[in-house]
DNA sequence: ATTACCGGGGTCTGCCATGTAT
DNA sequence: ATACATGGCAGACCCCGGTAAT
């Protein structure tokens, strides 16, 4: 049976979780294992000037060894610059144990200076939590590579813990987990009182709907949509409100829109949500169409007001260019899911066959690569 | 055998401002 | 006073294929 794994590794999951937790937490900020003396950066030297204002030279040394980018690190994070200790080896060592290369600790260091901060019991801590949703350390070394920042930039890895076990039990199975850590790490550095918060909103924003299961509505609409724990509340609550009102939507309709498709489109910035739509509406009320045809299409479509302004209107020139009618698209607006040079590129395949697409519809054009190739090829045999 | 319907998958950080602790 | 911790922001789609319906 399928589910079995997942259901294991949830299991195991929740168990190491709760072992964690006895340990209790480990004080950072102890650099306790700087080895070599070398590229150990407690100063022993006298300072001229105030202690506190001066930079610690032997650790400028060690991460120009190290080959980190020390020009960026410093206005990204002075402060760390004047501690007089860090653990920059101890850190680098962690890191290529668990399979990073300098290069890449070096650029982790340069973007996210503090990580220099962390002490080997709160990294070890740290790394054994995410290898809870995790198979493997490559994994979470492209992440950390991607962004160091989700990683490093708190310090209390109890927090970390009651998140793993909130969103669990939200009834995020392991498969969302893995799917939220890998494209939104930064959740997961998320205190619990703000992830609990935006939970808290959809719930509401679900009661206040007239739904039924606020649970599982919040579930739904941020296993769709992953990014949405990291944005606030504000700006989703402003796009709902602004959906709400443009779309003249009621109650059941913009639940039925906010756990369905539109859950995608909730966490996109005010501004931008607002543009889209305008210059959406306007491009289709030059075309004829009316209030409801918008509606029509944003409801079996949202993603549509994903698309920016420009990308959007290209995509339209480049459909109705090529013989197609609003309404062909109104009826399928799915096509516009493909990039406009994959569309372009159809057309004119299709063109010099002779396709009629008043005949034939525009379906074809939503389709994979695969099945349009194969279509493509039985028409030319058919032409020949 | 084709087409329609539908849902899933990848992927997304790096900076700034402000509050808080020391 | 300073560094740390944390919240918030702008940025801006595309593609594939299983399976039901015809």
Redesign the pocket.
């Given at each position: 049976m399928a589910a079995v794994p997942g259901v294991r590794v949830l299991l195991s999951l929740h168990r190491s979780v709760i072992v964690q937790r006895s340990f209790g937490l480990v004080p950072?900020?102890l650099a306790s294992t700087c080895l070599p003396r070398r590229l150990c950066s407690a100063t022993t030297r006298n300072k001229p000037k105030?202690p506190?204002?001066s930079e610690n030279e032997s650790l400028l040394e060690n991460l120009n060894v190290m080959g980190v980018d020390v020009k960026?690190a410093r206005?990204?994070?002075?402060?760390?610059?004047?501690?007089a200790f860090t653990n920059e080896h101890g850190l680098a060592e962690f890191l290529l144990e668990k399979g990073a290369s300098r290069r890449s600790i070096a650029s982790i260091i340069s973007?996210?200076?503090?990580a220099i901060?962390r002490s080997i019991d709160h990294l070890e801590q740290r790394w054994k939590l995410w290898r809870n949703i995790f198979s493997t350390d490559a994994e979470i070394v492209t992440?950390l590579h991607?962004?160091?920042?989700?990683f490093f930039?708190?310090?209390?890895n109890e927090?970390l813990e009651k998140n793993i076990d909130f969103l669990i039990s939200l009834g995020l199975n392991s498969?969302d987990l893995h799917?939220m850590l890998?494209?939104?790490?930064?959740t997961f550095?998320?205190?619990l009182?703000?992830n609990r918060?935006?939970v808290e909103f959809l719930e509401d924003i679900c009661v206040e709907l007239g739904g039924k299961d606020p649970e599982q509505f919040a579930k739904t609409v941020i296993s769709?949509n992953?990014?949405v724990l990291?944005?606030?509340?504000?700006?989703v609550k402003v796009n709902i409100e602004n959906l709400r009102s443009v779309l003249k939507l009621n109650d059941s309709e913009l639940l039925a829109l906010l756990q369905?498709?539109g859950a995608?489109i909730v966490?996109?910035?005010?501004?931008?949500?607002k543009k889209n739509f305008n210059s959406l509406q306007q491009r289709l009320t030059a075309h004829g169409c009316n209030e409801d045809d918008v509606k029509k299409l944003i409801i079996s479509y949202p993603?549509i007001l994903?698309?920016?302004s420009?990308?959007?209107s290209n995509?339209l020139d480049c459909l109705l260019e090529g013989g197609i009618t609003i309404q062909q698209i109104l009826g399928?607006p799915?096509v516009?899911?493909?990039?406009?040079?994959?569309?372009a590129g159809r057309l004119k395949d299709l063109q010099k066959l002779g396709y009629d697409f008043q005949k034939?519809?525009i379906?074809?054009l939503?389709?994979?690569?695969?099945?349009?190739i194969?279509?493509l090829n039985?028409l030319a045999a058919e032409t020949r």
């Amino acid at each position: 049976m399928a589910a079995v794994p997942g259901v294991r590794v949830l299991l195991s999951l929740h168990r190491s979780v709760i072992v964690q937790r006895s340990f209790g937490l480990v004080p950072v900020q102890l650099a306790s294992t700087c080895l070599p003396r070398r590229l150990c950066s407690a100063t022993t030297r006298n300072k001229p000037k105030p202690p506190a204002v001066s930079e610690n030279e032997s650790l400028l040394e060690n991460l120009n060894v190290m080959g980190v980018d020390v020009k960026m690190a410093r206005r990204r994070q002075p402060g760390v610059f004047r501690k007089a200790f860090t653990n920059e080896h101890g850190l680098a060592e962690f890191l290529l144990e668990k399979g990073a290369s300098r290069r890449s600790i070096a650029s982790i260091i340069s973007r996210y200076p503090r990580a220099i901060t962390r002490s080997i019991d709160h990294l070890e801590q740290r790394w054994k939590l995410w290898r809870n949703i995790f198979s493997t350390d490559a994994e979470i070394v492209t992440i950390l590579h991607r962004s160091p920042e989700s990683f490093f930039r708190t310090s209390d890895n109890e927090s970390l813990e009651k998140n793993i076990d909130f969103l669990i039990s939200l009834g995020l199975n392991s498969k969302d987990l893995h799917r939220m850590l890998t494209t939104a790490p930064r959740t997961f550095s998320n205190s619990l009182e703000l992830n609990r918060q935006m939970v808290e909103f959809l719930e509401d924003i679900c009661v206040e709907l007239g739904g039924k299961d606020p649970e599982q509505f919040a579930k739904t609409v941020i296993s769709r949509n992953l990014y949405v724990l990291i944005r606030s509340t504000k700006r989703v609550k402003v796009n709902i409100e602004n959906l709400r009102s443009v779309l003249k939507l009621n109650d059941s309709e913009l639940l039925a829109l906010l756990q369905g498709n539109g859950a995608d489109i909730v966490d996109l910035s005010n501004e931008y949500l607002k543009k889209n739509f305008n210059s959406l509406q306007q491009r289709l009320t030059a075309h004829g169409c009316n209030e409801d045809d918008v509606k029509k299409l944003i409801i079996s479509y949202p993603n549509i007001l994903y698309i920016g302004s420009e990308t959007l209107s290209n995509k339209l020139d480049c459909l109705l260019e090529g013989g197609i009618t609003i309404q062909q698209i109104l009826g399928k607006p799915k096509v516009l899911d493909y990039s406009t040079q994959n569309i372009a590129g159809r057309l004119k395949d299709l063109q010099k066959l002779g396709y009629d697409f008043q005949k034939n519809g525009i379906a074809l054009l939503d389709s994979s690569q695969k099945r349009f190739i194969a279509k493509l090829n039985k028409l030319a045999a058919e032409t020949r």
